[in-house]
């Protein structure tokens, strides 16, 4: 009886320490439906989760392990990704359609397990089929992990801020149009913060959403860029903004009076209410990239001191300072300004040296198109490489797990087929297409190169680049033609930030590094949605190591079916 007693007190406190160790486990169910919404004066339908436009902020704290379980109600096939999280030994649950898995069919679900084990900070998940990820996204808050804190003081309040992109028109038949005619998909119709286009929208000053502050208090901002094809100045009228984190990993803060956000980063950022009470603005205002057609909208939304008016009706506010619309030296010196924390507790594990080198041209291109849609006899493409990814159509991670030929090729290129000066506006526009994918040994230390690259087409840009998979080192970049004797020597290894997307300067080079600890299949692609579905993209195939932990995990039980 006694001994029964203790031994249950033994277990009691051994499940605790369990616990502790493993973190805590959480269940979400997210419900893909169609949802009514009435922005900018008129009404649409648009697909959403749970109903609401952002979908469902999933709270937890590093180490937590959190199971969504999708349930498509909606008419057509699609996938969630969780981004930036790097979801160790397990891509069967990231979620890139036909990359790691097919599409989850309408009336059927799909549970996928989410590994918080090496982030902290904001990141956020979003449909990763065709252009649903307009309306399907929302946060992740990964608090720090329990028992321990933030590396700064602890803030008075939170608030996260997600910059989405309205389309009056259908996004489906958007990007399914500008597929068939070879042309530029229709630009949006405008910015949200928070599901709002704001003050400066027709049939939307109503609406905007604000955000309430006490004066003298200090709040952390999570920030998350979900826009489809647009980067973005952020700022608050008459505040600064000091930066601490940026895709779930700390950098030594450092005090800005606007970001610079590309689709697909997150940004953790304090801020101070330390003005007079009354109204500002949060604006965010979008970045002109090159020549293409772009929103030149801008969106707001209002941060509210205690004490002032609650009226929709406020007078003229003024409007932060950002720098012009088409200033490429803006994200170049705002990445710039990125440097790792590097604490005890937040280490910078850099490669010092490396064994796989990959140089990496980054294009829009042209493809021959005699299809009778076709506006003309070219139609608009993308590559990488001078590859232009053509997505197969049963997933990479079922084909390479079970040694089925014929999905894709090993061989993708690991330099550029030619040494042309890549920034000049009269080379050659076309590009090859293939499906080939980059193999990498366990443990291999990869530096990658971008570089950014221009042809007849006028179509140079800054490329918001995104690995799945991977939060890697930006170690450098700079502007025309990487140069791998003298660049090099410019490089940080004492303190890069650690990211999971960055700005590709427009005409410049980036270069960064990781190893290639996370066996799996992981897609990695511009995260302007054009440009991916024009083919901006590749997969990384890190191959398994020797022991079970450096294994690739089995398939679960149940993976959504590839064929109907
Ligand atoms: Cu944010 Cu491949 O995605
Ligand atoms: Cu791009």
Not at 393 to 398: G, K, V
Request: glycine letters at 8%.
């Amino acid at each position: 009886m006694n001994l029964g007693k203790e031994m249950s007190v033994i277990l009691v406190i051994l499940g605790v320490l369990l616990c502790k160790a493993q973190g805590a486990v959480h269940h979400h169910d997210f419900v893909l439906q169609e949802k009514n919404f009435t922005k900018l004066c008129s009404t649409k339908s648009i697909l959403t989760v749970n109903g609401s436009f952002p979908g469902p902020t999933i709270t937890a704290h590093k180490g937590d392990i959190v199971f969504v379980t999708v349930h498509n109600h909606g008419t057509y096939g699609v996938t969630i990704h969780w981004h930036g999280v790097r979801q160790p030994n397990d891509p069967w649950s990231d979620g890139p359609e036909n990359i790691t898995q097919c599409p989850i069919p309408p009336g059927t679900n799909f549970t996928q397990r989410i590994n918080l084990a090496y982030e902290e900070g904001t990141l956020w998940w979003h449909a990763h089929s065709d252009w649903t990820r307009a309306t399907v996204h929302g946060a992740i808050v990964i608090h720090p992990p329990h028992g321990s804190s933030y590396p700064f003081t602890e803030p008075y309040g939170q608030e996260t801020l997600i910059i989405g992109e309205w389309y009056k028109g259908d996004v489906m038949t958007i990007i399914d149009d500008a597929l068939a005619t070879g042309g530029e998909p229709n630009t949006s119709d405008a910015f949200t913060i928070n599901g709002q286009p704001g003050d400066l929208y027709a049939c939307s000053n109503g609406t905007t959403h604000r955000f309430s502050v006490v004066q003298g208090k200090t709040y952390l901002l999570r920030i998350i860029n979900a826009a489809m094809n647009e980067a973005h100045y952020f700022g608050i009228t008459n505040h600064s903004l000091t930066v601490v984190g940026i895709d779930a990993a700390y950098v030594k803060p450092f005090t800005t009076p606007y970001l610079v956000i590309t689709p697909g980063q997150t940004m953790d950022v304090l801020l101070q209410a330390n003005q007079t009470p009354g109204l500002y603005y949060i604006v965010a205002s979008s970045f002109q990239d090159g020549s293409s057609p772009y929103d030149n909208t801008t969106t707001t939304a209002i941060l509210q001191y205690s004490g002032s008016s609650n009226a929709s009706q406020h007078p003229p506010m003024a409007f932060p300072d950002f720098p012009e619309h088409n200033d490429s030296t803006a994200p170049f010196n705002f990445t710039n300004r990125l440097r790792g924390l590097g604490s005890e507790s937040h280490p910078i594990e850099v490669p010092k040296t490396v064994n796989r080198m990959i140089y990496m041209t980054v294009a829009v291109n042209v493809l021959a198109c005699n299809a009778s849609t076709c506006d003309s006899t070219t139609k608009l493409a993308a590559s990488l490489n001078n590859v232009s990814f053509q997505t197969p159509s049963i997933d990479i991670l079922d084909a390479y797990y079970w040694n089925k030929t014929g999905v894709f090729t090993k061989d993708f290129p690991k330099e550029p087929p030619n040494y042309i000066n890549f920034t000049d506006p009269d080379n050659n526009a076309f590009t090859t297409t293939g499906t080939r994918v980059i193999m990498l040994n366990y443990n291999d230390s990869v530096e990658v190169v971008w570089q950014g690259t221009n042809n007849s087409l006028n179509t140079a840009e800054n490329h918001p680049m995104h690995l799945h998979g991977f939060s890697y080192y930006v170690v450098g970049q700079g502007w025309g033609v990487f140069n791998n004797k003298t660049d090099p020597e410019s490089y940080n290894l004492v303190d890069p930030p650690e990211v999971n997307t960055v700005s590709l300067p427009m005409n410049g080079w980036l270069a960064m590094r990781f190893v290639a600890n996370n066996p799996g299949v992981w897609f990695m692609h511009c995260h302007f949605e054009r440009h991916s579905s024009w083919g901006m993209d590749t997969v990384l195939i890190v191959k398994d190591g020797k022991t079970n932990e450096t294994r690739m995990l089995p398939p679960p039980k149940y993976m959504p079916p590839c064929s109907k």
